[in-house]
Structures are given as structure tokens and as C-alpha cells.
């Protein structure tokens, strides 16, 4: 909803005379909390219902966290614009410890990224990890009520929704790598709205859209979804890109990793010669370990 007041006031400002409405949804990701996403479907729990609103003439836009967008869109809808990237790291909160090193064996950790599940259990195979879902509210009322000694989320939420001083400490990259668009917010319509599409181009940040486009890649290259533990980051400066990747098994046991640079106009190949790179390491491999664990 946050994201939703955000674009529509951007719009509001740009086009004074236009009447905007917030159509509140509640989508299947954001009820079932009782299982990972890994389990029940990924990424696209979060978007079906938002397409079908715009399919059915009751909305004209969606706005979404573009981690949780599918890499590839069903027929008839596209992303308009992509707005400049929040905070893409993850954020270590906790009420008694200053970071993931603090923590003693046997601590609970909880998040709902195999990403992240993969990346601390490589690093700290002392600590156990349990599931972690729900609105922000939720997540930290659990922290708080004691089920976890600390939980992994977005940094960019907790900024957006103004409790920044719940951040213990920020994750550098180098530590754990971000998903394929963290941070970043995306706006969806029906495709065959021309007008409207170049409407909202003012929104987009050229920057941002290239860094994502790149990590997208990567991540449709090996089917990316919240069901496999896959990181892609790139940041853009002066017209180049730089992009790091990792694939992962669950446990943490087996990663891959590769990193490329290049021209940040030419973001699909670049993604492309990553994932390519990644193959080289037997990211296929890993990934086939990685399916069996979550069926297990």
C-alpha cells in the first residue's frame, strides 16, 4: 500500500488534472503465511490477482516490489517503468544482538529467502533458520515476542515504511548478495495501453531499469524464481555496469558465483555472458541439488 500512495502521489504531481484511485488488494502470496513460497507457488502469489483486476477493467496500473514479479509477465501485460532503486541490501535486525557474527550457536534466524538461507548457512552453520513470513508489522512482532534471535529483511522496506532504526547493521553485498531487483518498484499495465505507457516513462529511472534488467536476466536464465537460491546484483556508474551473481544450494554447501562487466546499454547480454559464466561452474548442477532439497 505504501508503494501504491507512493506512486500515485509521484503521478498526482505530474498530472494534476488526473483523478487516481487506490484499488487495495489482497493477494494469495500475502495469505498464505503458514508455508514458504518455495512451496506454493514463488514469486507470481504476489501479482496474479493485481493482473486480473487490470484484465478486467476494475484497474489500470499495478504496482509492485519487482523482486516479486515473475521473470516472464503473462501475454498482455508489461512493465511500464521501474522507479530508482531504495536500499537493495539486506538488513540484520535483531533486539539483542549487533549482527550475524554476535549471534551463539543454536541462535534462530528467520527469513522467508532460500537466497538468504543459502548465503548465512555457507557462512554460520551454527545458527538454525526457520521460516519467516507476513507483513513487515508481523515479521517484527514475532522478533519481538521472542520466536527468533533475529530475522533477515530488505532494508528498502524498512526505510519505506519509516523504522529505519530497526536496522542493526546493513549486509554488504561482498556478505549477502541482494535478489534480482530488491529495492526497486515496478509498474505494470495491460500492453495494449500505448498512451499510458508513455505516460508513466517519466517515472522511470534509466539507471535503476538497466541495473534490473541485468539481474532479471541472469535469473530468467536458470528459471529464477523464490524457488531456487539465486542472487544477482549490478550497479551502473557512468555508464558501465558491474553485476555479481550466485547460485546455491539451500543449505549452503555448494554455491557458484560469477561477476561480469560491461556497457550498462546492453544489459541483456551482459546478464547472458553472467549466467553463462555461472553454467561454467556448474550452476545447473547445483541447481538440480537444489530442487531435490526443497521437495524434500
Not at 532460500?114 to 513487515?136: F, K
Not at 541495473?211 to 528459471?223: H, L, P, Y
Not at 550452476?283 to 521437495?295: D, F, N, P, S, W
Request: charged share 25%; hydrophobic share 45%.
Amino acid at each position: 500500500m505504501w508503494q501504491a500512495e507512493h506512486v500515485r502521489d509521484r503521478l498526482a504531481a505530474l498530472y494534476p488534472d488526473w483523478q487516481i484511485e487506490i484499488l487495495g488488494m489482497t493477494t494469495r502470496g500475502d495469505q498464505i503465511l503458514d508455508r514458504a513460497l518455495s512451496k506454493v507457488g514463488g514469486k507470481g502469489l504476489f501479482v496474479k490477482e493485481l493482473e486480473v483486476a487490470m484484465a478486467e477493467g476494475r484497474a489500470d496500473l499495478a504496482v509492485h516490489s519487482l523482486k516479486d514479479v515473475p521473470m516472464d509477465l503473462p501475454e498482455g501485460f508489461t512493465l511500464a517503468a521501474i522507479l530508482e532503486r531504495e536500499d537493495p541490501r539486506d538488513a540484520f535486525v535483531s533486539n539483542d544482538y549487533a549482527g550475524l557474527d554476535s549471534l551463539p550457536a543454536g541462535a534462530v534466524i528467520g527469513t522467508s529467502s532460500l537466497r538468504r538461507q543459502a548465503l548465512i548457512s555457507a557462512r554460520y552453520p551454527h545458527l538454525v533458520i526457520r521460516p519467516l513470513r507476513g507483513n513487515l508489522d508481523t515479521r517484527l512482532r514475532k522478533l519481538d515476542h521472542g520466536e527468533y534471535a533475529a530475522i533477515i529483511l530488505a532494508a528498502a522496506g524498512l526505510k519505506r515504511l519509516g523504522v529505519p532504526e530497526r536496522i542493526r547493521a546493513c549486509l554488504d553485498p561482498e556478505e549477502s548478495l541482494p535478489a534480482a531487483g530488491q529495492g526497486a518498484m515496478a509498474i505494470e499495465i495491460p500492453d495494449n495501453r500505448p498512451e499510458l505507457h508513455a505516460m508513466l516513462a517519466a517515472l522511470n529511472h534509466t539507471e535503476t531499469a538497466q541495473a534490473v534488467a541485468a539481474e532479471r536476466t541472469v535469473s530468467k536464465a536458470f528459471g529464477g524464481s523464490c524457488q531456487i537460491p539465486l542472487a544477482a546484483f549490478a550497479t551502473v556508474d557512468n555508464g558501465q555496469m558491474q553485476i555479481r551473481a550466485m547460485v546455491a544450494t539451500p543449505d549452503g554447501t555448494r554455491i557458484a558465483k560469477a561477476e561480469a562487466t560491461g556497457t550498462a546499454d546492453k544489459p541483456h547480454e551482459l546478464g547472458l555472458k553472467l549466467a553463462q559464466a555461472l553454467s561454467a561452474q556448474d550452476a545447473e548442477a547445483i541447481l538440480a541439488v537444489c530442487k531435490a532439497q526443497i521437495t524434500e
